[in-house]
């Protein structure tokens, strides 16, 4: 019989109700808690997912004895404290993106979980969907040659004001919400930048709308942005030395690519996913913690710090600040 991995979620909302639903089509993982502010709201999570213990508090969730892992799926601006709380109570914790709101943030939970031994990991779902394994074999196999640009967006238009991406104490924005999925894309194939130019529009003391140059050793060179107010293509691109890569929207929910080899016919690969795509980056961390592991080697908490520190420096930029900063 296959050992499960017994999750808990912090947080009811849409994210927590995805990532449950993920959950589900994993034979070796157990939804056995989840953690709200309010009985009412972890009850009625609890009642949808079937799921047996319903706490009324995060805390509670935390220190619930049958949770090997906790997903943590609240706001931006509650993600140090949720974690730490949860690394102290001596829990794996998968931390939905982005990890903080800073890398003085990060920086601190990743020191605790190394001081504790315990797994961590940001969740940057994308970089476990079948199409982005493939991906890295690809280019490790020299299948477009050297990579030398990249070019990736998401951006959306939302009409409601006071959804929370526009409020600044939430850590809303553009670049906190969904700007980080082209920029983590990046430094996944070129790692950090050694040079940064970017633009935003702010409205509500949030960015409603940026873009972003990013420049790395040998010439390398990525262009992203991101946007709440305004919709955008969500497609990315891989422009090598002997070719292209072009993964198909959504590209970071990919099922598509086509690669276009210089001299050849281009090749449409389609390359589909199961569940709705988060039971992936379960799947990692329970892969990770049966081989005893702290980290994933496919999201690095030191290449989580590294996303942080250039978001830092893209709003410094800016001069955006959120409140609790």
Not at 73 to 99: I, Q, W
Not at 236 to 250: F, N
Not at 263 to 268: Q, R
Request: aromatic fraction near 8%.
């Amino acid at each position: 019989m296959v050992e499960k991995t017994r999750w808990g979620i912090i947080g009811t909302g849409d994210i927590a109700k995805k990532f449950a639903a993920g959950l589900s089509v994993l034979s070796d993982a157990e939804l056995v808690a989840v953690g709200s502010r309010a009985q009412r709201t972890a009850d009625a999570f609890a009642d949808s997912f079937r799921v047996a213990k319903r706490h009324n508090s995060y805390e509670g969730l935390a220190q619930d004895p049958d949770v090997d892992v906790v997903y943590v799926s609240t706001p931006h601006s509650l993600h140090k404290d949720n974690t730490m709380m949860c690394l102290r109570a001596g829990k794996a914790v998968l931390c939905e993106k982005p990890f903080a709101i800073n890398a003085e943030e990060a920086s601190e939970m990743i020191q605790l979980a190394r001081d504790r031994r315990l797994f961590l990991m940001e969740a940057m779902w994308t970089r476990f969907f079948p199409l982005m394994v493939k991906l890295r074999e690809m280019i490790a196999s020299n299948a477009i040659g050297e990579v030398r640009m990249l070019m990736a967006d998401f951006g959306y238009r939302s009409e409601d004001q006071n959804f929370w991406v526009f409020n600044p104490t939430y850590g809303g924005g553009g670049l906190l919400d969904v700007g980080i999925y082209p920029l983590s894309f990046a430094h996944q194939i070129f790692g950090t930048p050694n040079q940064i130019t970017s633009v935003s529009h702010l409205q509500s003391g949030v960015d409603e709308q940026s873009a972003a140059i990013l420049g790395y050793e040998g010439g390398r060179i990525a262009m992203i942005c991101s946007a709440i107010r305004t919709e955008t293509p969500q497609v990315a691109y891989l422009l090598g030395t002997k070719g292209r890569i072009h993964i198909h929207p959504p590209w970071w929910k990919p099922q598509t690519l086509t690669i276009s080899v210089n001299g050849k016919a281009d090749e449409v690969m389609q390359i589909p996913f199961q569940g709705n795509g988060y039971n992936y980056e379960a799947a990692e961390v329970a892969r990770c913690l049966l081989q005893g592991k702290t980290e994933s080697d496919i999201m690095p908490l030191d290449e989580t710090l590294s996303i942080m520190r250039t978001m830092d420096k893209i709003r410094a930029q800016w001069k955006l600040k959120y409140p609790m900063e």
